[in-house]
């Protein structure tokens, strides 16, 4: 009898800020768990969630005591949040719903509250990981010219080239876009009548409002380029290249309603729709590329697309398009 009285007055205990601190950690264990199977109002309770437990172990380690395990787990779950960033955000309804719930002054380090930001930051590294790749890629689909300088031309020039198109990205990166112009124009000193060189100053010249030497730097590319839809898929790799998705698809979307069977334009396109959010057009854009490049017998092409479609399957929550579907 003593037992099941001490039992029952146990569990009607009043709870201590340890208890709370761990019922917190707890419930965001279990939200971080499920976002995907979570509706966006339970999502949105994340962000209050974390206030609630970095406050509450704040207040406890104020007052002195051993509270390493839950800071870990605390710690933890931040980081777990960081790496499911782009996912939670789309759990949570958007950008413009977060917003809604925000407070009107977010404490200092509550880096969740503007996670749009994390997820920017990490669309932006994707991008330029995704584009070292992409520039192999079209490579492949240029001229003559830009083959014969990539390949043929005396080392020196080639590095300079490189050494040059690195120096006008990190410029503009800065927003220095004149700055990014002079680069490009001592890389041509280096390799003439290179129609990729002259696409990123005509980029950099209309992002500096000057559309007058823009048109002038795209119709000189185009004429080298000779093949317009060469063109435009090297403007679509530099406007992905300058952060400019939507005008890349633009191109791409020319060149795709002319020949659809093109695979490095599905690439480009599923890049662009990666860095708009779009992301279930991304991965039928990528399983496009992997298709039509395998039927050309593009191996590299073909991998490349299937490792961007297993990405995005992994971000998006759902199985990978070679899962099969049940049918009971």
Same mark, same amino acid.
């Given at each position: 009898?003593?037992?099941?009285?001490?039992?029952?007055?146990?569990?009607?205990?009043?709870?201590?800020?340890?208890?709370?601190?761990?019922?917190?950690?707890?419930?965001?264990?279990?939200?971080?768990?499920?976002?995907?199977?979570?509706?966006?109002?339970?999502?949105?309770?994340?962000?209050?969630?974390?206030?609630?437990?970095?406050?509450?172990?704040?207040?406890?380690?104020?007052?002195?005591?051993?509270?390493?395990?839950?800071?870990?787990?605390?710690?933890?779950?931040?980081?777990?949040?960081? !790496?499911?960033? #782009?996912?939670?955000?789309? &759990? =949570? /309804?958007?950008? @413009?719903?977060?917003?809604?719930?925000?407070? %009107?002054?977010?404490?200092?380090?509550?880096?969740?509250?503007?996670?749009?930001?994390?997820?920017?930051?990490?669309?932006?590294?994707?991008?330029?990981?995704?584009?070292?790749?992409?520039?192999?890629?079209?490579?492949?689909?240029?001229?003559?010219?830009?083959?014969?300088?990539?390949?043929?031309?005396?080392?020196?020039?080639? !590095?300079?080239? #490189?050494?040059?198109?690195? &120096? =006008? /990205?990190?410029? @503009?990166?800065?927003?220095?876009?004149?700055? %990014?112009?002079?680069?490009?124009?001592?890389?041509?000193?280096?390799?003439?009548?290179?129609?990729?060189?002259?696409?990123?100053?005509?980029?950099?010249?209309?992002?500096?409002?000057?559309?007058?030497?823009?048109?002038?730097?795209?119709?000189?590319?185009?004429?080298?380029?000779?093949?317009?839809?060469?063109?435009?898929?090297? !403007?679509?790799?530099?406007?992905?290249?300058?952060?400019?998705?939507?005008? @890349?698809?633009?191109?791409?979307?020319?060149?795709?309603?002319?020949?659809?069977?093109?695979?490095?334009?599905?690439?480009?396109?599923?890049?662009?729709?990666?860095?708009?959010?779009?992301?279930?057009?991304?991965?039928?854009?990528?399983?496009?590329?992997?298709?039509?490049?395998?039927?050309?017998?593009?191996?590299?092409?073909?991998?490349?697309?299937?490792?961007?479609?297993?990405?995005?399957?992994?971000?998006?929550?759902?199985?990978?398009?070679?899962?099969?579907?049940?049918?009971?």
């Amino acid at each position: 009898m003593r037992t099941m009285l001490s039992k029952e007055a146990e569990r009607h205990k009043p709870l201590t800020a340890t208890d709370r601190l761990r019922e917190t950690l707890d419930e965001l264990e279990r939200q971080i768990g499920v976002l995907g199977r979570s509706s966006p109002e339970e999502v949105r309770r994340i962000p209050s969630l974390l206030d609630e437990a970095t406050v509450q172990l704040a207040e406890l380690k104020s007052k002195g005591g051993d509270f390493l395990a839950e800071e870990v787990r605390l710690q933890s779950l931040y980081a777990r949040l960081e !790496r499911k960033a #782009a996912a939670f955000l789309n &759990a =949570a /309804g958007g950008a @413009a719903a977060l917003a809604a719930i925000r407070p %009107a002054e977010v404490p200092e380090g509550h880096w969740w509250w503007h996670i749009e930001r994390i997820v920017a930051e990490q669309r932006r590294a994707r991008l330029k990981q995704v584009l070292r790749i992409a520039a192999i890629v079209v490579a492949v689909v240029i001229v003559a010219a830009i083959i014969y300088q990539a390949f043929l031309a005396p080392d020196p020039a080639v !590095r300079e080239r #490189a050494l040059r198109i690195d &120096a =006008a /990205g990190a410029l @503009a990166e800065q927003g220095d876009y004149a700055g %990014a112009i002079q680069e490009i124009q001592i890389a041509q000193t280096a390799v003439p009548d290179d129609p990729y060189l002259l696409i990123m100053e005509g980029a950099y010249y209309e992002q500096l409002g000057q559309t007058e030497s823009a048109e002038q730097a795209f119709g000189a590319a185009k004429r080298l380029a000779e093949d317009e839809s060469n063109f435009l898929i090297m !403007r679509a790799e530099v406007y992905l290249r300058t952060f400019q998705p939507a005008r @890349a698809l633009e191109d791409l979307q020319v060149v795709l309603a002319r020949e659809p069977e093109k695979a490095v334009a599905h690439y480009l396109r599923g890049v662009a729709y990666q860095n708009l959010g779009r992301l279930q057009e991304a991965v039928t854009s990528f399983q496009m590329a992997a298709d039509y490049a395998s039927a050309a017998g593009d191996t590299q092409l073909e991998g490349m697309s299937r490792v961007q479609i297993s990405y995005l399957m992994q971000q998006m929550m759902v199985p990978p398009l070679t899962t099969p579907t049940p049918t009971s």
